[in-house]
Nanobody, 119 residues
Framework: QVQLVESGGGLVQIGGSLRLSCAVS????????LAWYRQAPGKQRELVAA???????YYADSVRGRFLVTRDNAQNTVYLQMNSLEAEDTAVYYC?????????????WGQGTQVTVSS
């Protein structure tokens, strides 16, 4: 089982920055896609950014140009650098890992970290 532990959330002013971290319990080379999702109160969980093991990174239109997802394979950690934060970015942010063990797919979530952007 893959364990994901997020950290780095908090309270920040509009226009500020935060960096979220997701520590993964196994080598990132075994994971096809690492992604960040968020869920705001009363809204559905949405994909924010994704980092596939190969291929281009994905960003939601609402965060493209402001957020950056990166992997540190040596530290088994994926980051989400969030800049120029807006009030609409307020949400619980979740780390997600998808891949396969043999032919069996897996899909794991972290516990989430709260990001609050205020004036």
């Amino acid at each position: 089982q893959v364990q994901l532990v997020e950290s780095g959330g908090g309270l920040v002013q509009i226009g500020g920055s935060l960096r979220l971290s997701c520590a993964v319990s196994q080598s990132l080379f075994s994971i096809d896609t690492l992604a960040w999702y968020r869920q705001a109160p009363g809204k559905q969980r949405e994909l924010v950014a994704a980092s596939p093991r190969t291929g281009s990174r994905y960003y939601a239109d609402s965060v493209r140009g402001r957020f950056l997802v990166t992997r540190d394979n040596a530290q088994n950690t994926v980051y989400l650098q969030m800049n120029s934060l807006e009030a609409e970015d307020t949400a619980v942010y979740y780390c997600n890992a998808k891949g396969r063990i043999g032919i069996e797919p897996f899909d794991y979530w972290g516990q989430g970290t709260q990001v609050t952007v205020s004036s």
